[in-house]
């Protein structure tokens, strides 16, 4: 099944311990993406790439590590998480050409 | 930046009533995206819009970008109960634009049965 795989669905961690969000895509899709999504302010992108090894800022970079080393994979890193990083995150990845972003289904993480 | 706005940012309706939340955008647009959230799950790819005065079907959806690509909406006809959840739109600036894609605030739908 074609999907978006995102790991862990749900966290809970204390500020400053480095985290890791997995995503992985079985699509051999060019693009990927995550964003975060808080109640009042929509879906904001954190970062993006388009290819192995390159990646770019999104609109809400700060506080946020993503690395591409392989097309498959998109982890996501925190490496001093701080409470107003809590928030439900959410990775995509898109084929080349314009289309539509699919969605994994989402970590929620809280940072207390 | 790129501004666009949605509107309204909620709708409730009854049952079997229609509903249309608009995407509206400061600048021409090369294209836009429409996706829908039912709640407490992710994000869903319904439809892209590319051309000027497009208007595209789906069941009881029609998607509509205006004349002047600076506008789009989304109309459901007698609403159902499995309609719930948030509509966003995504404008896209230019065309493939890379990975960058910004979405609008969201209509969040709810239908009383």
């Known amino acids: 099944e074609a999907q978006v795989t995102q790991n862990p669905r749900y966290l809970i961690t204390v500020t400053g311990k480095k985290l890791t969000v997995t995503c992985s895509q079985n699509m051999n899709h060019e693009y990927m993406s995550w964003y975060r999504q808080d109640p009042g302010l929509g879906l904001r992108q954190i970062y993006y790439?388009?290819?192995?090894?390159?990646?770019d800022k999104g609109d809400v970079p700060e506080g946020y590590k993503v690395s591409r080393k392989e097309k498959r994979n998109f982890p996501l890193i925190l490496e001093s998480p701080s409470p107003n990083q809590t928030s439900l995150y959410f990775c995509a990845s898109r084929t080349g050409g314009d289309y539509g972003y699919t969605f994994g289904s989402g970590t929620r993480l809280t940072v207390v | 930046g790129q501004q666009v706005m949605q509107i309204p940012q909620y709708q409730h309706v009854q049952e079997g009533e229609d509903f249309t939340t608009y995407c509206n955008s400061s600048t021409t647009l090369s294209n836009i995206q429409w996706y829908k959230q039912r709640p407490g799950g992710h994000p869903v790819f319904l439809i892209q819009l590319v051309k000027s005065g497009e208007v595209k079907k789906q069941k009881r959806l029609t998607f509509q970008f205006g004349e002047a690509k600076k506008n789009s909406s989304l109309h459901i006809t007698a609403t159902q109960t499995t309609d719930v959840g948030t509509y966003f739109c995504a404008p896209r600036k230019v065309y493939n634009q890379g990975g960058k894609l910004i979405f609008g605030q969201g209509t969040e739908l709810s239908v009383k049965p």
């Open positions: 790439s388009m290819n192995v090894e390159v990646t």
